[in-house]
T-cell receptor, first 115, second 114 residues
Framework: ETGVTQSPTHLIKTRGQQVTLRCSSQSGHNTVSWYQQALGQGPQFIFQ???????GRGNFPPRFSGLQFPNYSSELNVNALELDDSALYLCASSRGTSGSTDTQYFGPGTRLTVL | AQSVTQLGSHVSVSEGALVLLRCNYS??????LFWYVQYPNQGLQLLLKYTSAATLVKGINGFEAEFKKSETSFHLTKPSAHMSDAAEYFC????????????FGIGTKLQVIP
């Protein structure tokens, strides 16, 4: 069973640019969640996708957007990058939704640095 | 809204000693609770989860946690620390219904001293 993979592993951008991060879910998983983990902090929930629809969002501005594809892979897009967007971005996939207790399996993350 | 508070951002124990990492939660409904471990430059791995069944939950690598509703706590323990346990540990909470939003604590970095 293939685990959750993310690309790229590291990325450096400048303020104002746009970035796309990618995630490949674990086989058989139809739900993906994205988290932002700033240095020295716990992960913060950005949003969740279930069967290609966003079904939950945390306290992040609209310039954070996402997509989930029919094969359940996913993208996180961030427009107009700010210095505070520098963080580790984690993707997690799971089998179900609606507050299920299904375990979320995390990828290794993408380290984004905004200069 | 649900939240967790992890007491102690850094904990040091000697190899072979008891590991105790503290977590208190806040939730308006019966919660689901989780402990995750994160090794340097890696994603998070689930250690154990509480989903309203047995209050004492056993996880991987010899860890366990006890859900105590009266104390709103979900502390993580391991009887004997191993060098490989050195990592950062996150307590997290979610609630039934809606979507599976998981709220994490700030993390506790565990140092194991030989």
């Amino acid at each position: 069973e293939t685990g959750v993979t993310q690309s790229p592993t590291h990325l450096i951008k400048t303020r104002g640019q746009q970035v796309t991060l990618r995630c490949s879910s674990q086989s058989g998983h139809n739900t993906v969640s994205w988290y932002q983990q700033a240095l020295g902090q716990g992960p913060q929930f950005i949003f969740q996708y279930y069967r290609e629809e966003e079904n939950g969002r945390g306290n992040f501005p609209p310039r954070f957007s996402g997509l989930q594809f029919p094969n359940y892979s996913s993208e996180l897009n961030v427009n107009a990058l700010e210095l505070d967007d520098s963080a580790l971005y984690l993707c997690a996939s799971s089998r179900g939704t609606s507050g299920s207790t299904d375990t979320q399996y995390f990828g290794p993350g993408t380290r984004l640095t905004v200069l | 809204a649900q939240s967790v508070t992890q007491l102690g951002s850094h904990v040091s124990v000697s190899e072979g000693a008891l590991v105790l990492l503290r977590c208190n939660y806040s939730s308006s409904v019966p919660p689901y609770l989780f402990w995750y471990v994160q090794y340097p430059n890696q994603g998070l791995q689930l250690l154990l989860k509480y989903t309203s069944a047995a209050t004492l939950v056993k996880g991987i690598n010899g860890f366990e946690a006890e859900f105590k509703k009266s104390e709103t706590s979900f502390h993580l323990t391991k009887p004997s620390a191993h060098m490989s346990d050195a990592a950062e540990y996150f307590c997290a909470v979610s609630v039934p219904g809606g979507y599976q939003k998981v709220t994490f604590g700030i993390g506790t970095k565990l140092q194991v001293i030989p």
